[in-house]
């Protein structure tokens, strides 16, 4: 079987995207970390999957509203089981990182199914656009957890 001789051009053009598509593969940005966490929580809310949402909180957690890593445990029990169908809107999101610190500030609006009433009810982010919620997140042995929540 003979093999025909590959252009040089063609063999550095082929090259080049190999190493392209190998660098976005194995050198993803700190931002980008950031927003999967960020979105595996949003995700994990809407599954009522309680332990993937706290696997997402350090267990430092501290926030503007009163809560700790337990009171918010709590409060996402409770939630889980006043509600259905819950859906998380996130139409604004901007994330910066800093030396093992991010901040993500969104626009969020959560909304769900009250299972007593069976009404639907906005549990946050009554505008239009939903509410400024602001998510600090820290590096803590190489995972980014959620470390406080700020309105």
Same mark, same amino acid.
């Given at each position: 079987?003979?093999?025909k001789k590959i252009?040089?051009?063609?063999a550095i053009i ?23 966490? /960020?979105?595996?929580?949003? $995700?994990?809310?809407?599954?009522? @999957?309680?332990?993937? %949402?706290? +696997? &997402? ?26 509600y259905d169908d819950?859906? /998380?809107?996130?139409?604004? $999101?901007?994330?910066?990182?800093? @030396?093992?610190?991010? %901040?993500? +500030? &969104? ?45």
């Amino acid at each position: 079987m003979r093999f025909k001789k590959i252009h040089p051009l063609l063999a550095i053009i082929i090259g080049i995207i190999i190493f392209w598509l190998l660098s976005r593969l194995l050198f993803i940005p700190e931002w980008k970390k950031v927003d999967r966490v /960020v979105m595996t929580g949003k $995700k994990a809310v809407e599954n009522e @999957d309680l332990a993937t %949402v706290m +696997s &997402l909180v350090a267990e430092e957690y501290g926030d503007d509203f009163g809560m700790d890593y337990e009171r918010l445990e709590k409060w996402f029990i409770t939630h889980f089981r006043n509600y259905d169908d819950i859906k /998380v809107f996130i139409p604004y $999101k901007k994330i910066t990182v800093d @030396d093992g610190v991010a %901040v993500c +500030s &969104l626009r969020v609006s959560v909304r769900a199914l009250n299972q007593s009433t069976g009404e639907p009810e906005v549990i946050y982010g009554y505008s239009a656009w939903g509410d400024e919620l602001i998510l600090d997140l820290k590096k803590i042995n190489k995972r980014w957890l959620f470390t406080k929540a700020k309105p």
